[in-house]
């Protein structure tokens, strides 16, 4: 219901939406530039003399919410209007109206359009509000609870900064729509406004008045609050200055001083200018500007919505049901999207098998919505050494507080056999499941995306609960592979047996679709993956980018295995040939955007992601590399650049440790060596970035572990605060 509600409220309202939005940004402008400060120093009995004395025959003054004080009378010319500083009583000249203000008003009000235009804002405020609230459902759920509501947030393109502006932006929009609907009411009457109504006095002296710099009463009222005074007339016998404050109104007697009625201002008539206030910014140009900033975001927001919903019209995304009414449930936990593929697929197949089916993210686990739920499947990926998947944020933290439900959970682990933690994260979540008395349903791993082994777990899985699943791989959509020139190769190493190669391909031509949705090759950063497909294998071998989209080329540092079928393809490349590539983001391997130092370390292939975060770090924060490599003879990958890096600013420091060199080092070595700088680096908020081989990884853990025992760290806290990530293979 909310997706609905949310999706279409949007699509009809966006024109309205936008115009109302653009027009109440503008107007929250005009108060921080026409605000006057009401700090006064006269009180209201000097300001009532030098005002009549700079501006005879006034009748009135007035203050508004801005501060900007007038004086009123009727003169030669008929009504007229005269700006006056508070603070001597003298004149200003004529208020002079803006033509402007008023127009965007209008436009702001009724669209120009009158009664008509005033309910048709009047309705798309009322949306807007509804889009405001669905929108923080959505959110809530796909971050896993209100509690994950501003939980860090990986995604991009359209739907990720959606989803970033709109729960920062959403509040002020919220506020503002509230406060105009409660103004609107008010103008039609719906809603009272009351204001201070002294009972007019019928003891009026009717001498002669005094000096109102003499009367106490006048004198007493604070310049600052005040909002009008009401001049006796001098003509008419029995006028009593009447005046309005923040506090109430009164009239006080222009011949002893003395007040003669007074009202004071209720709680209901403060709320009323405390929603003014918020509305308008009048008075507090400030929160105007923050609330029109908020509104600026609805054009944004209006854009990324209508780029998420086109880009599920173009690719034909399957709907699935809502939670509640599914009776199969597929989670997905995923790092680099692929095994969304895999998801989508068997929900499919289940769902043209009769099943109603909801598939959402592990990190949107909520098992109090499952009321209908018959079968949980978990389709979980490993990242790195058995970590969860940025996928599934906090699902263990909430499948530990849950109770068991009677359906079954299945787990489908996805990794890569030549880990020794292979598919460790499914084993862990079906092992705790189990421990907190889940029945557990058919088990399975996929070894690098194997299509086959993914088809025999379903066949299995439909068996159990009598459904043929055995065409459930025809649902699998192909995934949208281009293919990539190569530009240029360099090869190092092969003296050292450890061939490695720099690959730099060509950036195919990448859509205006693509970049307004960020997918494809759109928007791509060092640290994100090129998925290759080698020939004669439909497993892709995925490599660590070593630029960015807008370096305008795709680099890939290969370490060439032995009788590896895809590095040893890549290595024997040569200039003008092609292979068939997709990339996927891999957003948890990205530089915090932040200024704090960058600690990286790698070994081997593992360089390029390193290479790539020290090419893009053009803001030139600090930033330390530790490279490990079997020899220096010959040179090293990105030696060259490592020195422009160094001399530009773009890299700090760079230390080599030589495997086979005299005295043999690893990385992890260079790093023991260098303790009081790691050390002082890490106390000082450095974050670390570790990429290459597992065993060097391992190694870089106990180094770094021995390294900051001293000092009350660990490598598990500085993962668990988000300062060590790890990218390895």
């Known amino acids: ?57 006034a009748e009135q003054i007035t203050v508004d919410d801005n501060g900007r004080m007038v004086a009123v009378r009727f003169g030669a010319n008929g009504f007229e209007q005269i700006r006056v500083d508070g603070a001597t009583g003298e004149a200003l000249g004529p208020v002079e109206t803006n033509a402007t203000e008023l127009w965007f008003e209008d436009l702001h009000r009724s669209l120009f359009m009158g009664d008509t235009g005033h309910w048709i804002v009047i309705g798309a405020t009322a949306a807007m509000i509804l889009l405001c609230v669905s929108g923080y459902v959505l959110a809530a759920r796909r971050m896993g609870g209100w509690s994950q509501l501003f939980a860090r947030d990986r995604s991009g393109g359209a739907g990720g900064w959606h989803l970033k502006i709109a729960r920062i932006a959403g509040f002020g929009i919220i506020l503002s729509s509230l406060t105009g609907l409660w103004m609107a009411a008010a103008t039609m009457g719906w809603v009272p406004e009351p204001a ?111 780029l998420v919903w086109l880009a599920g019209r173009i690719t034909g995304t399957r709907k699935f049901s809502p939670a509640p009414k599914a009776e199969v449930i597929v989670l997905v936990g995923s790092e680099g999207g692929t095994t969304w593929r895999f998801a989508n697929a068997f929900g499919a197949a289940m769902q043209d098998a009769g099943k109603t089916v909801h598939v959402a993210a592990m990190s949107a686990f909520a098992p109090n919505r499952y009321t209908q739920a018959r079968q949980i499947v978990a389709f979980a990926a490993t990242y790195g050494e058995g970590d969860a998947p940025s996928g599934a944020d906090g699902f263990m933290d909430r499948l530990n507080a849950a109770k068991p439900l009677t359906a079954p959970l299945s787990v489908l682990g996805f990794g890569d056999s030549s880990y020794p933690t292979y598919c460790a994260y499914g084993d862990l979540v079906r092992d705790t499941a189990a421990a907190k008395g889940w029945t557990i349903g058919p088990k399975g791993n996929v070894n690098r995306q194997s299509e086959r082994d993914f088809t025999d777990w379903a066949v299995a899985f439909g068996q159990s609960i009598g459904v043929d699943l055995s065409a459930v791989a025809t649902y699998l959509e192909d995934r949208p592979t281009t293919a990539l020139t190569l530009q240029s190769a360099r090869m190092y190493g092969e003296d050292a047996q450890a061939p490695t190669a720099i690959l730099r391909f060509a950036l195919p031509r990448v859509s205006l679709l693509d970049r307004l949705l960020g997918r494809g090759f759109a928007g791509l950063r060092a640290g994100d993956l090129l998925n290759i497909l080698p020939e004669g294998s439909k497993s892709p071998r995925a490599y660590s980018l070593a630029s960015g989209t807008r370096d305008g080329f795709l680099e890939i540092c290969v370490r060439k295995q032995p009788g590896g ?61 530790y490279f490990g490599i079997r020899s220096n003879q010959g040179g090293y990958p990105y030696d060259q650049e490592f020195a422009d890096w160094q001399q530009d600013g773009h890299m700090t420091a760079s230390t080599l440790a030589v495997s086979r ?69």
């Open 196 to 306: 201070p109504n002294p009972a007019y006095p019928t003891n009026v002296s009717t001498g002669t008045a005094a000096d109102p710099a003499t009367l106490t009463e006048l004198t007493a009222i604070d310049g600052s609050t005040i909002r009008a005074i009401t001049l006796p007339r001098t003509d008419v016998p029995g006028m009593a200055y009447m005046v309005e404050t923040d506090a109430g109104a009164g009239y006080i007697d222009p011949v002893t001083g003395e007040m003669l009625s007074w009202d004071a201002r209720d709680g209901w008539s403060k709320a009323m200018d405390v929603i003014h206030l918020l509305h308008t910014g009048q008075g507090m140009a400030w929160v105007g500007l923050v609330l029109g900033l908020a509104s600026l975001m609805v054009p944004v927001l209006s854009g990324t919505g209508v």
């Open 661 to 729: 060199g005299t005295p043999a080092r690893y990385v992890q070595d260079a790093l023991e060596a260098d303790a009081d700088r790691v050390a002082q680096l890490i106390t000082s908020g450095a974050r670390i970035m570790v990429c290459g081989g597992r065993d060097m990884a391992a190694g870089v853990r106990k180094a770094l572990d021995h390294i900051l025992e001293s000092h009350g760290l660990a490598v598990d806290l500085l993962k668990s605060e988000g300062r060590y990530v790890e990218d390895v293979f």
């Open 565 to 625: 079928l895809c590095s040893t393809q890549l290595c024997t490349l040569t200039v003008g040939e092609t292979v068939t590539a997709y990339a996927t983001r891999n957003a948890s391997f990205h530089p915090v955007r932040d200024t704090a130092p960058l600690l990286l370390v790698g070994a081997g292939a593992g360089i390029g992601a390193l290479a790539g975060f020290a090419r893009e770090n053009t803001a030139k924060r600090p930033l330390h590399l």
């Open 1 to 57: 219901m909310f997706r609905v509600l949310h999706r279409y409220a949007g699509l009809i309202g966006a024109l309205v939406l936008i115009s109302i939005a653009l027009t109440g940004a503008i107007l929250a402008v005009f108060p921080a530039l026409e605000a006057d400060s009401r700090a006064t120093t006269l009180d209201a009995g000097h300001l009532v003399s030098a005002v009549s004395a700079n501006v005879p025959g």
